[in-house]
């Protein structure tokens, strides 16, 4: 074990390993954007329940890079919640398996109304690279009333920003 004149002697040495990263200034732009057709829609932040019904993971990935400190999409006032009684909208990603089709459904009974639902990614549309596969109902749109799609495999966090206020802006 590195005694704490070792750990400091060594910090020195090294120096700063890291390096700092910014948001793309069209992300800033469009997140502001987006922070006002929130605050005019909801008159409070709008809170997002996510439903992975059977992706591969990748569109979760760019979620969580949409809320990591560079992007930070909470700022903007964009929650993701825990429980779906507390959402306003259902996110959901992937193709339905039949394993998920009944939990997509409760959840989404869940939601208290007024509620809407986006899909999240190819796989959510039409079941992208799993589609026709025995194990798949299709796309969210075949079991829930979806009003927004968010294209891409995976989408990028400025797409998802960008899909989000171009939706709102039409309410």
């Known amino acids: 074990m590195n005694s704490l004149g070792e750990i400091i002697k060594e910090r020195l040495l090294k120096g700063i390993v890291t390096k700092k990263i910014e948001a793309p200034a069209e ?6 954007e987006l922070a006002a057709a929130i605050r005019k829609a909801f008159k409070r932040s709008l809170n997002i329940r ?27 006032g964009v929650n993701f919640v825990a429980s779906p009684r507390h959402a306003d909208a259902l996110l959901v990603t992937g193709p339905v398996s039949k394993n998920m089709l009944l939990a997509l459904r409760k959840t989404y009974d869940a939601v208290p109304a007024p509620k809407f639902v986006i899909s999240l990614g190819d796989c959510a549309r039409d079941g992208g690279l799993f589609k026709d596969s025995y194990y798949i109902e299709g796309g969210v749109d075949k079991v829930l009333p979806v009003v927004l799609h ?8 400025l797409t998802i920003i960008k899909s989000l206020l171009s939706f709102l802006k039409g309410l």
Not at 27 to 32: K, N, R, S, T, V
Not at 150 to 157: K, R, T, V, W, Y
């Open 27 to 32: 992300f800033e732009a469009a997140g502001l």
């Open 50 to 76: 996510e439903v992975d019904t059977g992706s591969c993971g990748i569109c979760e990935a760019e979620i969580i890079a949409a809320n990591n400190p560079i992007y930070d999409l909470s700022r903007f």
């Open 150 to 157: 968010i294209p891409g495999c995976p989408p990028a966090p």
